[in-house]
């Protein structure tokens, strides 16, 4: 294990994880050029719904390859197998049901993230014609995460830049051909998730076999069950996650259109950062499953110990980036000048961020190698609780501050958290009696 090593497996998932909220930053600059606020601020809450949405079901990606990585530690052929094959079962229900409460998630969305009326049919129509992709979606996180597993990181790389690259070409296309600009970016998004799975299909497709213990584990309904109660504990972090960003979103809309448009905007540079740093994460994921698989301290440690060291240098990078090109950034997102003006009396928050929450996508990785997500679970409900303290306390007095405030105390919370239980978990996993 050495850095060298550490960063062929990272650099793509870097990457790869820095070209995943791409969909809804595309979508929002291109919809910003527009000029029309309503149209933004339509487009706005409905990627944070699908973002939030997406990541309630993030461990189908994430358990994918921590499983994926165990498994080949082993070298246990069907349980590499089977680590793509149920996953993407369970993605495929999900996202079907997805369809049948259209009604009832949409709705949902419009009454807590939408406070001007001028913006609920746009929402509809957007959050409406997304949905029809979210069976494919999910199903790419899955491919992800078991080519992730694999160490095929590359090929991961090329699936999601592959992904965006299509997004792009039609949401520029669609936005002229559609009358409703907001119609005609959701229609494009979701056309490229579609494309996104078949061509993630494609490169999985030569490394699968089917056999009759496979198809008999596909029927065995125990053993979904099992694997989603494994993966409970990833569920409620994530619930507790998308409770803080629909918070987030809702306290905004209250300071007005324009503030929930300029943290929408921001919204998106934080989940840029988020996925940069995930990245690196998803490496961690990689090796240590695979320490954990041959039972090496040697390697879990020297894992954690470069990670971090890739944590800080990326914090000092993505600070500098965004503090020396601020004024072209903002111009990318929108030429309004009332709405760069908002968004420049925010901008301090995202500069702060990553020396916040950086640690957090470390150790959620590591978490995730080891198959424990715990920690990760109780590190999101305790953020949770002092993001809404810190909201009751201050959004009242200093408005849209103290909402950005209470954000960076969440992301604080939940480093702090996985930093101290990582150390404690380190000392029992590879204590002799439990090698033994």
């Known amino acids: ?15 790869a994880g820095f070209s995943t909220p791409l969909l809804g930053v595309v979508d929002t600059i291109v919809i910003a050029n527009t000029d029309e606020l309503t149209a933004i601020g339509a487009v706005a809450v409905g990627a944070v719904v699908f973002n939030t949405l997406y990541w309630l079901f993030g461990f189908l990606k994430i358990s994918t390859s921590g499983f994926t990585a165990q498994a080949l530690g082993k070298q246990d052929a069907t349980r590499v197998q089977m680590s793509l094959f149920r996953p993407l079962v369970i993605a495929f229900v999900v996202g079907t049901s997805f369809l049948l409460f259209l009604i009832p998630i949409r709705e949902t969305a419009i009454h807590l993230l939408v406070t001007d009326a001028s913006m609920a049919d746009s929402v509809r129509t957007y959050i409406t014609t997304r949905l029809y992709a979210a069976p494919f979606a999910l199903g790419t996180y899955v491919l992800l995460g078991w080519l992730i597993g694999h160490g095929s990181v590359r090929t991961a790389l090329v699936i999601q830049v592959g992904g965006n690259l299509m997004n792009i070409i039609l949401d520029v296309w669609f936005i002229h051909v559609f009358y409703d600009p907001v119609a005609g970016i959701a229609f494009a998004t979701s056309l490229s998730e ?17 056999s009759a213990q496979i198809s008999r584990d596909l029927m065995n309904t125990g053993a979904y069950i099992t694997y989603l109660t494994v993966n409970r504990d990833l569920f409620i972090r994530t619930v507790f996650l998308l409770l803080m960003t629909g918070s987030f979103t809702a306290l905004g809309a209250k300071q007005g259109v324009e503030a929930l448009s300029a943290n929408a905007i921001l919204f998106q540079l934080q989940y840029v950062i988020a996925y940069w740093f995930s990245g690196i994460g998803q490496a961690s994921t990689v090796l240590i499953g695979r320490a954990i698989g041959q039972k090496s301290n040697e ?23 965004l503090s020396v090109a601020q004024d072209g950034i903002i111009h990318l997102f929108t030429e309004d000048i009332a709405l760069r003006s908002t968004i420049e009396t925010y901008y301090m928050w995202i500069i702060l961020y990553p020396f916040i929450g950086g640690l957090a996508m470390l150790y959620e990785g590591v978490f995730a190698g080891i198959g424990d997500a715990r920690p990760v679970r109780n590190s999101l409900i305790y953020a949770f609780i002092v993001f809404t303290i ?29 930093a101290m239980n ?3 978990r380190r000392n029992c996993l590879f204590s002799p009696s439990h090698l033994s």
């Open 422 to 424: 990582e150390r404690r």
């Open 299 to 321: 390697t879990y440690r020297l894992t954690v110990q470069i990670g971090s060291r890739f944590i800080l240098w990326s914090t000092v990078i993505i600070t500098v980036l």
């Open 1 to 15: 294990m050495s850095t060298k090593s550490f960063w062929l497996i990272a650099y793509p998932l870097v990457l």
């Open 194 to 210: 579609v494309m996104t799975f078949g061509l993630g299909w494609l490169f999985v497709q030569s490394r699968i076999t089917f």
């Open 390 to 418: 810190v909201a009751f306390l201050l959004v009242p007095s200093i408005g849209n501050h103290g909402v950005w405030l209470a954000f960076l105390c969440f992301s604080l919370t939940r480093s702090l958290s996985l």
